[in-house]
């Protein structure tokens, strides 16, 4: 899962520490549930191992169970990563970009623009009327542009998607 750029991007904005939070996932994959034991298999300090999980936790991309030892009354935390958590807010992303994509192909379908050669400001057609077809930033007469190549693009982008 950590070959997909989608997951990285996920937990680099989590965890801001994309290095160790890689091997501190990749240890509770492989069956390791204590703090300690993360920190001795990857040897990252102690202290930036539950930092990366407590963000992780945060996010609810893990979760952790606490025992008492009944000798030492010491407590443990065995530590879980949420793998499915991870997908959920991949599929949420996908949703978003999704329709963002949507909606800006009905935009670009649904109006004409106007531009202006001077410094590329863009207006549909009910702003470029309100101001006589002159820029609002400089004046100048504002032109017709053809918006076909950027339906073709968000058309490609949506079929890409889906
Ligand atoms: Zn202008």
Redesign the pocket.
Known sequence: MFNDTAVQEILTSITNDDENSFSIIKCMLEGKTTDEEIAEVTEIRLNIVRRVLYKLYDAGIASYKRSKDPETQWYTYNWTFEEKKVFEILDEKYEKYSKEVNDSLEYEEGNMFFV?K??D?RYNFEEASENNFT??????PLEYQDNSAIIDELKELKDKIN
Do not use: K
């Open positions: 202006c001077n410094n400001h820029c609002g930033e400089c004046g100048a």
